[in-house]
């Protein structure tokens, strides 16, 4: 058992300054550098190696990859294998692929999941004042800087659990439409591995945490066309578990690693091997951290490194259930191989055609497929051995006899199911089916910015509500063709013509400077044909680059209101393009229809403004003779 005074020991046999092998410190470039706690406690600083300049001739490994892409991409090496599953493949008629998924997520909270606490100085009183604090998670602080004894199974340090790690784990169960066990425990997982210097991980294996659920993805989702509009995933169990120290290579032959990352929170999500396609599995890894985002159960997905795949690839002939393999229920698999450590849709995607293809040349030879674990690197064709696959028994699972089971109330996980926020497919749902918005535009609103440009586009649309149920306007809100039209008007002004102005400023979101209020006013002068749609883009310019006059104050004072051109010089405005411009007027009148909307730019263009699309584009097909507007 530790006390006070354990700490200060430690840090009398503890040297002052990391040490580091001089051999290993020339080869990589290293300098040292020592990272004190928060409060500064000297001697139970944690370890950080900083990466000095590279000495000359060493080139950064994360250098290596890219070049190592680029000549294989320049060279043309893996052009054909890269189309290998993207087009139909004549040997897939024969074969069924099988894909199970492990996802690992790192759970929002702001403890690590068992460090135990850590004795640190008290700067504000006496220097031999301790009090205690547990190590906090950190995804990009300094390396080593939030490291407990636990972490880096001091002997003698014990787990302590974190009850506040459930909140978001409970909700990501719920999300799945899991089963949440009131009763749970944790085990120990052994294996010796550099960044598990326990010699083993704590991961629940007899009692996990959520059971039973599914997952269901939709056409629009990006499930392969083989698949059909809808798929459900059955979900296995959704087992708490700490993650591992993040390992740093630095070519040729040092190994860096940073202990920030032990005993993070994860959740791991474990699907049935009911998969079929590789395309159908990136989109159900998609959707997975989607919904673990929307329900604040994680704070970030693959792009951050807070979110990796694990796959289980397996073939069998088609129409062939007699495989001599079972899984929870499933029977007549194929031998399956896992591949770790996938960090991209891509990625996941590109590893399961690639180890598909390679088991389907091994048993098209005769060969027989061996259960192992295997690697795929950015950029490859192939999978690639890192060892044989273990099985249960060589990881001795046993019951952690630290930590005692977790037992959770009832009205708990009621709480939490009633104050789940709204899932995405709700939302989508009634954004297409109330609001009649497109699909594309609806996934586009609910699927980035972690919910605020939905937030946002339901202000416009209350303050549009408000300005067009004004006595004094024109458009009657409360008829549905109208609240239809104007919702999707919204929906594309908010995804494309704010969004655009947005990416092209690399601005996140959260610093948008356009008012939903200003925004509506826009989209309702638009609408009531007080402007065109060219005006309207300027004023949201205009207003995006700081202009902080009321929108109506901008029309009236730079003469932005629309003239309406009469229809002779409509007629005449079209003549003339139509003179200069016979070529393709033949073309138009042969069918290629969609051309003629090259002739109504060019209208709003010399009508400075004025010019009003609907009513060239009416003019144009009158003197082309290719009909009204479909």
Same mark, same amino acid.
């Given at each position: ?17 990391? @040490? ?34 590279? $000495? *000359? ?8 990859? &890219? ?18 599953? &993207? ?94 066990? =009131?009763?749970?425990?944790?085990? =120990? ?7 598990? $210097? ?29 698949? %059909? ?11 708490? #578990? ?22 993070? +929170? ?11 396609? $590789? ?36 073939? =069998? ?22 591949? &770790? ?7 996941? *995607?590109?590893?399961?055609?690639? #180890? ?7 048993? #098209?030879?005769?060969?027989?497929? !061996?259960?192992?674990? =295997? %690697? ?15 099985? #249960? ?5 046993? +019951?952690? $006899? ?33 609001? !009649? ?40 809100? %409360? ?27 690399? !601005? ?89 909307? @090259? ?32």
């Amino acid at each position: 058992m530790f006390t006070a005074s354990f700490p200060r020991n430690l840090r009398a046999i503890t040297p002052k300054q990391p @040490w580091i092998c001089p051999k290993c410190q020339s080869k990589a470039g290293l300098r040292q550098a020592v990272f004190t706690t928060p409060r500064g406690t000297p001697g139970l600083s944690a370890r950080a190696f900083y990466f000095g300049s590279a $000495p *000359e001739g060493v080139v950064p490994f994360r250098k290596q990859l &890219k070049d190592e892409v680029k000549q294989k991409r320049l060279a043309g090496e893996d052009k054909a294998k890269r189309k290998r599953g &993207k087009g139909k493949n004549p040997r897939l008629e024969k074969w069924e692929l099988t894909v199970g998924i492990e996802i690992h997520a790192q759970l929002n909270t702001e403890r690590k999941l068992f460090s135990s606490e850590i004795a640190l100085l008290n700067k504000s009183k006496a220097a031999n004042d301790l009090h205690f604090q547990g190590a906090a998670t950190s995804v990009n602080d300094q390396p080593n800087s939030h490291v407990s004894l636990f972490d880096l199974a001091f002997p003698g340090s014990q787990p302590e659990f974190q009850r506040a790690t459930l909140l978001p784990a409970i909700r990501a169960g719920v999300a799945l439409n899991c089963s949440i066990s =009131r009763h749970s425990s944790f085990d =120990r997982k052994h294996y010796f591995y550099q960044d598990q $210097p326990a010699g083993y991980q704590i991961t629940q294996y007899y009692a996990p945490l959520a059971r039973d659920g599914s997952i269901t993805l939709y056409d629009y989702d990006g499930i392969a066309l083989e698949d %059909g509009k809808v798929v459900t995933i059955q979900i296995k169990q959704i087992q708490m #578990e700490q993650d591992t120290a993040k390992t740093i290579q630095q070519p040729p032959d040092t190994t860096l690693l940073d202990f920030n990352r032990v005993s993070y +929170p994860l959740i791991e999500i474990i699907t049935l091997p009911q998969i079929h396609h $590789p395309q159908t599995a990136a989109a159900c890894v998609r959707k997975i951290q989607a919904l673990l985002q929307a329900v604040n159960a994680v704070t970030t997905g693959m792009e951050m490194g807070g979110l990796r795949a694990d796959v289980n690839v397996s073939v =069998r002939p088609k129409n062939d259930s007699s495989g001599p393999h079972e899984y929870y229920g499933i029977t007549g698999l194929g031998q399956r191989t896992e591949i &770790k450590n996938l960090s991209s849709f891509k990625a996941v *995607e590109d590893a399961i055609i690639a #180890e598909r293809d390679r088991q389907i040349d091994v048993l #098209e030879a005769g060969g027989v497929i !061996e259960g192992e674990t =295997r %690697g795929w690197t950015l950029g490859s064709t192939v999978t690639k051995k890192l060892r044989g696959k273990e099985g #249960e028994v060589d990881y001795r699972y046993m +019951p952690d $006899p630290d930590l005692p089971p977790v037992i959770i109330g009832k009205d708990l996980i009621e709480h939490l199911r009633n104050t789940l926020p709204i899932l995405p497919d709700a939302s989508i749902q009634k954004l297409v089916n109330d609001l !009649e918005i497109t699909i594309k535009d609806a996934k586009t609103i609910v699927a980035l910015d972690d919910g605020e440009r939905l937030d946002y586009f339901y202000e416009v649309m209350a303050c549009l509500q408000d300005s067009m149920n004004d006595p004094n306007s024109t458009e009657d809100f %409360g008829k549905t063709q109208v609240y239809h039209k104007t919702a999707r008007t919204a929906a594309n002004w908010v995804t494309h013509e704010l969004g655009g102005l947005l990416t092209a400023s690399e !601005e996140p979101f959260s610093a948008n400077p356009v008012s939903a209020d200003s925004l509506s006013r826009i989209i309702r002068s638009l609408l009531t044909n007080e402007i065109t749609g060219r005006t309207a883009k300027q004023l949201l310019a205009m207003v995006f680059d700081g202009d902080e006059r009321n929108i109506d104050t901008i029309i009236e004072r730079e003469n932005l209101r629309l003239v309406p051109l009469s229809r002779l010089q409509y007629m005449q405005m079209a003549e003339e393009l139509i003179g200069d411009n016979e070529a393709m007027v033949t073309q138009i009148r042969k069918g290629q229809v969609g051309k003629l909307q @090259w002739f109504v730019g060019q209208m709003m263009r010399k009508g400075d403004g004025m010019v009003e699309a609907e009513k060239a584009e009416t003019v144009l097909r009158e003197i082309v003779g290719v009909g009204g507007k479909k």
